[in-house]
Structure formats: C-alpha cells, structure tokens
C-alpha cells in the first residue's frame, strides 16, 4: 500500500515539475539536465509556487493540510510559495449517510431518536477531517453536528510516514535543510492533527472561548452541548449569518464596513493581549457576521495559546516598532533569552534597522503588521534566534486578520487601531496600577501566609539546626565507613599472603605427582 501510494507521489511530483525543488543542489544538478531531456513532453509555463499547490491538491486531503500548516512557516519559506500555499482549499467530497448513521448510532448506542427530533444526513460542509450536518435535538434547538471522517487516522499515519521520510531526504540533501527543520514542521503538523482528530479538545476551545467573550457586543462564540458531544461527534448550537468574504450582502444588510473592520482587529488583539488564547485559523471561510453586526466565530480545531513574557514581547515589540526604536527591538529579544549570549545588541539592532526603515517610508495605513513580524523572524534568524511556535501561528493570523479588515475597509489603519489597545495593555502590566493588580491579586495568597510567619521561620530555623546536625550525623558515618574499609584491605591483604603461598604450593605439589 505505501509502495502505491509512493509511486503516485512521484508521479505527481514529475508531472507538476516539483523535481526541480530538489535538483536545485549542486550534486544533483547532472540529474536535473536528464529530466530536462527525459521529461521533454512537459508543460511548466506556471510559477512554482502555484505547481506545488496543484500538486498538493492533486495528491489528497492529507497533503492539503499539510500545505495549510506549511504556509503559516513564513519564517522558513520564501514568500511567492507561502503566498501561494496560503490559497489551499481543502474541500473535499463528504461521505455518504450509510457511512454518517452508523457513527451517529455507535455515538449515542443507537438511541438516534432519543438525541435528534431531525438530522440531516447530507453534508452542509466538508473538510479534509470532518464535516458538517444540521439538525434539531429532542428538545427543539437547532444545531450543527460535526463528524470526524471515518479512517481518517489510518490514512494520516501512512502519510506521515510518507511525509517524515521526505524531510529526512531534504535534510541530508541539501545545505540549508538542517535549518529548515523540516522534520521539526512534520512534527509540528502532526500535532495540528492530532488536535484536530480530537473533536472533545475542540469544544473546550469553544467552551474557552465563549467564556472569554461573555455577552459580548464583538464576537458570538456556540454554545456547546456536552452531552451528546464524543472524541469523534461535536453537538453545537447552528449559528447563522453572512460569510465575512460576501461584502455585497453585507452592505444589503446596511451592515457598516468600517466599524466591521475596526472590530475585527479589537476582537483579535483582545484574544491575544487580554486572555493569551486566540483563534488561529481565522480565515474568511470560518467567519460569520450576523446581522447585529457581530462577527460569528467557527471551527476551532486550532487555537493558539500566549503566556505572560510571549504578550509582553509582543507588545513590546509593537510599540517599539511604532517610534522606530530599534535598540528596543533589540533588548526585547535578550531580555526574553531568545538571543545567544555572545550576540552583540547593537549589531542586532543595526540589522533591524536595515529591514524595517524602508517599510517606514510608506503611509502607516500600507504598513502590514503580519509582515512586520515576519521581517523580524527573518532577521531574527540570522542571529541565530529561535522563533517561537506560538508566534508563528500568531503571524499566520495576524496575517490573516489584516487581509480580511483591509478586504472591508481598503483605508483600515492598523496602527492607528491597535496602538491605543496596546498603550493601555502596556500601562496595566507596568508601574503602579501592574502594582495595584498585582496586590489584589496576591491578597488572598498573603492573607493565608501573613498568620503562619512566625511558625515558618521556626521551621525553618528548626531545619537548618537539624540539616548541621544531620551534617555532623553524616560525617561520622564517611569516617567510620572509611575505617571499616581499611580494616577491610589489611584482611584482604593478609587473607591473599596466606593463601597464595599455600595454593601455589599446592599446585606444585599435583604436579610432581
């Protein structure tokens, strides 16, 4: 099976022209002339970028995902074959009803009826891991039912396995591929995956989220049902609106496009700066805007997570940005460890203004945040800079977010958006009102360990004395110990003149009889 599946690969590879990727090393270069002369029935009138998407197309679901994951690595990748891998679409045909009841029956052992007034069998969607169905519970609310598609592991791990072996390749082969890591992506695909086969760890990211966002006048999060919700089954409250992509039906609906875009970039620095969980899979295609006007969220197999040092980095960086500070930029960097040791501020800080002083030229509103950031990775690399994973995928739907927010509103200024959030974000994690947050939060903790003073640095005293004591205990043993072992050698030794005489003696003596 996995023979088959290579051979198509392959042939997908030559037909797509993608061997020019690898015979692009010096060593392979005699192999690239004989498949000029050997392949000369070959069309490659398409840009690279776009061959290596139809050919991942061509190849199946699998394949499609991974190039979804491989597009967000933008840090890694050269920008005309990020740009084009970012246009994956991964529609594909939804299994039948024959296939979809028995899981729905083996979900609920067979109690259909019980859980569901009406299903229906037929796909609303269809993805590469799942697919959505509409129905109506037993009590009456509408919902949407996502499905994991059946043997969908199986065909994931052949083509990891596939995927793996192929980075092992490009590692060996090339110069740059121990760089690249890209084994390190695999791996960091497959973990996507594994996330995403797991429809219980994508409600609770819903669940997280719809707390984050209570009675909110931005963001609708479903509901979801828990208790008809399994790892391969997901039961949500059927939400409906307008895709965020169908700008005309929007204006129908007298829906303000301006305000729209404003908030999206509120809702996204929101997730990221106030709670550090965040969509990341934010493309048009899982966006709704109803028609109060708020934006609908869907799909939430891949959520991206922010800890404290990562939102100050973050914001630091913006802000820095922002007044063109770059020595700031620089010091962000060594102050969050990511730098080596021996690497010199100020050369750091010169390459930074090398690549981002030309982006300043342009009016603010032109400026890409997304690309900012991946101006930074690229100059963060060549020092030797480890890039973040959760960075990344905040740069893919940073990305993202300015595309959809200048689709709505052609003259959206980010900065003029985000600065003030980021200002007051700042101002709440520095001086004293950071003091006074932190003191109410600490309170509780303190008013517990306040009474207990006291004993503590008893104990602790206490501890100390018996540690010497224990100390003193210890030492005695080593020296007793080490008499023991010198009374030990002196019988060894006399036990070994005593015995080899006699043994050699004895070893004579068989001899001579």
């Known amino acids: 099976m996995h023979f088959f599946r290579l051979l198509k690969i392959t042939f997908t590879a030559i037909r797509f022209g993608l061997d020019q990727f690898i015979f692009t090393h010096r060593r392979l270069l005699i192999l690239r002339f004989l498949t000029k002369i050997l392949l000369f029935w070959r069309i490659l009138d398409k840009p690279r970028g776009e061959r290596l998407r139809l050919a991942l197309e061509s190849l199946g679901p699998i394949f499609v995902k ?38 729905l029956h083996s979900a609920y052992k067979g109690d259909l009826k019980k859980v569901f007034k009406t299903f229906n069998s037929t796909a609303e969607a269809s993805a590469s891991v799942a697919q959505v169905h509409f129905g109506i519970l037993s009590d009456g609310k ?32 090339f110069p740059d591929g121990k760089r690249l890591k890209p084994r390190e992506v695999v791996a960091e695909f497959e973990k996507h995956l594994a996330d995403e086969l797991d429809l219980l760890k994508e409600a609770a990211n819903a669940s997280q989220l719809g707390r984050n ?32 992509s169908k700008i005309s ?38 966006i709704l805007v109803g028609r109060d006007g708020k934006y609908i969220a869907l799909d939430f197999g891949i959520m991206g997570t922010l800890g404290e040092y990562d939102k100050q980095y973050l914001a630091r960086n913006f802000l820095a940005f922002f007044r063109r500070d770059y020595r700031d930029v620089a010091q962000a960097h060594v102050d969050a460890g990511w730098v080596p040791p021996n690497t010199r501020v100020e050369e750091f800080e ?12 342009r009016p603010l509103k032109e400026i890409s945040f997304g690309k900012l950031l991946l101006h930074l990775f690229q100059t963060a690399r060549r020092f030797n800079v480890v890039i973040q994973p959760q960075l990344v995928l905040l740069q893919k739907t940073l990305l993202n977010i300015e595309g959809l927010g200048r689709e709505l509103d052609p003259d959206l200024d980010l900065w003029k958006t985000a600065k003030p959030f980021l200002e007051s974000w700042m101002s709440e994690q520095v001086g004293w009102r950071a003091l006074i947050t932190n003191l109410n939060r600490e309170a509780p903790q303190w008013a517990k360990v306040f009474p207990k003073l006291p004993s503590m640095i008893h104990d602790a005293l206490e501890n100390k004395l018996y540690v010497s004591r224990d100390e003193e205990k210890i030492e005695l043993l080593i020296r007793h110990q080490k008499r023991q072992e010198k009374l030990i050698w002196f019988l060894t030794g006399i036990v070994a003149c005593t015995f080899f005489p006699i043994l050699y003696f004895f070893f004579v003596f068989l001899h001579k009889v």
């Open 249 to 286: 039906q929007l204006r129908k609906i007298n829906i303000d496009l301006k305000k729209l875009a404003s908030r999206g970039v509120e809702i996204f620095f929101t997730q990221v700066f106030r709670d550090g969980f965040f969509h990341a899979d934010m493309h048009p295609g899982n």
């Open 213 to 244: 966002f209570p009675n909110s006048q931005l963001l609708d999060v479903p509901e979801v049902y828990w208790d008809f919700c399994t790892t391969n089954v997901m039961v949500m409250e059927r939400m409906s609106g307008i895709p965020v």
């Open 350 to 361: 010169g390459a930074i203004r090398a690549v981002c002083e030309p982006i300043f030229d």
């Open 142 to 173: 509408e919902v949407a039912v996502k499905i994991l598609r059946p043997g969908i592991q199986n065909i994931i791990r052949k083509d990891l396995g596939l995927l793996n072996a192929g980075a092992w390749v490009i590692e060996q082969l």
């Open 66 to 103: 991974f190039g979804q994951v491989l597009s967000t690595r933008r840090d890694l990748l050269p920008e005309d074959i990020a740009d084009e891998l970012s246009r994956l679409q991964d529609q594909v045909p939804p299994v039948g009803p024959e296939i979809v009841e028995p899981i």
